[in-house]
């Protein structure tokens, strides 16, 4: 074969490659545009960056449950199954202060804390019908509570 032959035959293949790169590049990138309709595990962990769990959907012996973190870790949020029912419990950015509701024995609890970690707030129901609690900081003293009975109206 003479050099203008093989010139001819790599031109000839650098017009292919050339074609075939830029088919590559105009036509759209499936695996990036991949849709799942369904994805079936028993827990799915959602990371930042540095690879912290930042989401985690899982479940426990109740049922499912969500928990997410803040980007700092300090503050975070559950939702789920528990013993009796729904719960949502979430943390503030302190660490300390938190909102509690769920479902107990007897019914509904919410629930709150200060930050200082000790005075407290508690709404719901017990076996003598409604209750309303506030602790103080002062060695965790109940100092206002009203609790009564839903069958003496």
Not at 91 to 115: P, S, Y
Request: aromatic content about 8%; glycine content about 16%; charged content about 20%.
């Amino acid at each position: 074969m003479n050099t203008r032959a093989k010139f001819s035959y790599m031109a000839f293949g650098g017009v292919l490659v050339f074609l075939g790169m830029l088919a590559a590049m105009m036509l759209p990138l499936t695996a990036q545009k991949d849709k799942f309709g369904e994805i079936e595990c028993t827990k799915l962990t959602v990371v930042d960056p540095a690879g912290k769990g930042k989401v985690i959907l899982d479940i426990n012996q109740y049922g499912g449950r969500v928990n997410a973190w803040s980007k700092e870790g300090k503050s975070w949020a559950r939702l789920g199954i528990g013993e009796h029912g729904g719960f949502v419990n979430v943390m503030g950015n302190d660490g300390i202060a938190m909102v509690l509701l769920l479902i107990d024995d007897d019914g509904g609890v919410v629930a709150a804390t200060g930050k200082d970690g000790q005075s407290d707030v508690r709404l719901g129901v017990n076996a003598n019908g409604g209750f309303v609690y506030v602790f103080g900081k002062e060695e965790r003293r109940k100092c206002f509570s009203i609790s009564m009975n839903m069958e003496d109206g």
